[in-house]
């Protein structure tokens, strides 16, 4: 579903009535398939909006950095999460501010830091090679 369907806009609604015809299990009637995963517990289609864990405001930090977890921002840990978890490499796609560099910084902030080491880097449409090269 994800593979295939994950880069849809506008297409989205054909695809989420494609999968539902297709599929041997149910899915959960409204929204759309997205919005479900598969609990292998209870052997069923299960909403995102099931795993977001309570907001616990901490202004300790930069105001920019605060992430409120919704069943998107939870869906998007997940994924990056199973992929980091079997060291397969990810491409993580979406258009000017969606949310992608909040997401994957937030997911950082979770992992362990005696055992992995995250840093940034900017990029934009004037960066080049030699730019990259530089700051590596």
Known sequence: MWSFG??????RIAFNGQVRSMTKSKFPEGGMV?????????????????KV??????????????????A???RQHY????????????????TAGTGKTTVVKNYFTTLD???CVAATMNFNSYTDSKALQTVL
Do not use: C
């Open 79 to 94: 994924l990056i999460d199973v992929h980091r978890s079997i060291d397969k490499a990810m491409l993580y796609i979406g």
């Open 72 to 74: 998107e921002t939870t």
């Open 113 to 115: 830091a005696e055992r």
């Open 53 to 70: 864990t309570s907001f616990t405001a901490d202004f300790s930090d930069l105001f920019q950095n605060l992430v409120v977890p919704t």
């Open 34 to 50: 997205f919005d479900y995963y598969f609990s292998v517990a209870s052997q069923q289609f299960e909403p995102w909006a099931d």
């Open 6 to 11: 994950a880069t849809l806009s506008e297409d």
